[in-house]
Nanobody
Framework: QEQLVESGGGSVRVGESMTLTCSASRRIIGAWSMGWFRQAPGKEREFVAAVNWSGYGTKSEDSADERFLISGENAKNAVYLVMNNLKPADTAVYYC????????????????WGQGTQVTVSS
C-alpha cells in the first residue's frame, strides 16, 4: 500500500521562503497527479497546487497562488512545493495528496493523503 509523507515544515519569518517535500513509499509508474492542500484551524482544506504527469513524460502544473510552485521528480518518488514571500495567512498544516488519474483543485479528485506538516509564518 502506498504511503505519502510530508517534510520540510517549520517556522519562518514573513517574507522568507520554504520548500516542502512529499515522499512516496513506492515508485510512481505511468500517469499520475499530485496535489498540495493546506488547512488552518477551523477552516476547510483548500487547494494550493497540483501537477499532472503523463505516462510519456509531459506534465502540467497549476497553482492557486503565484508565490507557490509545485514540481516533481518521478525517479525519486518525490514532489515538492516551493513557497516564496510567505505571509502569516499561509500558516497551516500542508498536506500532500495522490490521484490515480488527472486531478484538479477539489479534494474529491484525490485518493491518498499524507499526515501533513506544519508551516508557521510569523513576524
Amino acid at each position: 500500500q502506498e504511503q505519502l509523507v510530508e517534510s520540510g515544515g517549520g517556522s519562518v519569518r514573513v517574507g522568507e521562503s520554504m520548500t516542502l517535500t512529499c515522499s512516496a513509499s513506492r515508485r510512481i509508474i505511468g500517469a499520475w497527479s499530485m496535489g498540495w492542500f493546506r488547512q488552518a484551524p477551523g477552516k476547510e482544506r483548500e487547494f494550493v497546487a497540483a501537477v499532472n504527469w503523463s505516462g510519456y513524460g509531459t506534465k502540467s502544473e497549476d497553482s492557486a497562488d503565484e508565490r507557490f510552485l509545485i514540481s516533481g521528480e518521478n525517479a525519486k518518488n518525490a514532489v515538492y512545493l516551493v513557497m516564496n514571500n510567505l505571509k502569516p495567512a499561509d500558516t497551516a498544516v500542508y498536506y500532500c495528496a495522490r490521484s490515480y488519474n488527472n486531478a484538479g483543485r477539489s479534494t474529491t479528485d484525490y485518493h491518498l493523503w499524507g499526515q501533513g506538516t506544519q508551516v508557521t509564518v510569523s513576524s
